[in-house]
Structures are given as structure tokens and as C-alpha cells.
């Protein structure tokens, strides 16, 4: 069974991490596994003084779990109170898949996480 949680062993991630030039103590990463095998992730951190969410990078084999990691960042950060997010990703595979998911709009960013969230419960009838 599919999970996406924030991981408790950041440390994996300390390479990415140093080389994305984000203070370790800011960052977070939530983990894609199944049966105890990390399928992918997504890399983050909270800037306090926009109140936004950036997400700085991601790994994946799908569209499907991509589109699965950053809406389960999206949410962990809504459920903290944050309704501004920020995509500053440095590969255009990465970029290219969030316009492919219509995560944000044409500056990387969305201004409401809860309305672009809301508005997923017409997808199946789009």
C-alpha cells in the first residue's frame, strides 16, 4: 500500500539537501514507500515570512506519484495554516510535470492551496 508521510530520517536526504543550499533546520521531506521501500519524495521548507511553501525538488518514476507527493506537501502545509506555495524547482522535467498537473499557475506558485485542493473534486466529472 501506497504512503506519503514526512520522513523521521531526514538525514538520508543531507546531500540533496546541502546541494539545494537549504538550512537543514528549515527543510522538510515526505517519503512515497511501499512495503517499507521508498518509491520517491519531495523536498520543502516553510518560509515564515511569505507564508508559503516552497517546494525545491522531487523524485519519481510517475506522474501519478508525483502528482501524490506534492499534494500530500500541499496539505501537510495547509493543515499548518499555509495557503501560499511555491514551486522553485531547478530541472524542467520537474517543472514540466507540475504544469502537466495544473498544480500552479504560469509563475510556479498558487495563492490558495486550499481552493486548487477543493477544486480536485471536480476532476472526475471534468
Do not use: P, W
Request: net charge negative; aromatic share 8%.
Amino acid at each position: 500500500m501506497l504512503q506519503i508521510l514526512q520522513t523521521r530520517h531526514i538525514e538520508n536526504y543531507s546531500d540533496i539537501i546541502n546541494k539545494l543550499g537549504i538550512e537543514s533546520d528549515t527543510v522538510s521531506v515526505s517519503e512515497a514507500t511501499e512495503q517499507d521501500k521508498v518509491t520517491g519524495f519531495g523536498v520543502y521548507y516553510i518560509d515564515f515570512d511569505k507564508m508559503s511553501v516552497v517546494i525545491r525538488y522531487a523524485k519519481y518514476d510517475s506522474l501519478m506519484l508525483a502528482d501524490g507527493i506534492y499534494r500530500s506537501i500541499l496539505f501537510l502545509a495547509m493543515m499548518k495554516g499555509i495557503e501560499k506555495a511555491e514551486f522553485v524547482l531547478d530541472d524542467e522535467k520537474l517543472s514540466g510535470d507540475v504544469k502537466k498537473l495544473h498544480l500552479a499557475d504560469e509563475n510556479m506558485k498558487i495563492e490558495s492551496i486550499s481552493e486548487m485542493l477543493d477544486g480536485c473534486k471536480n476532476c472526475k466529472n471534468a
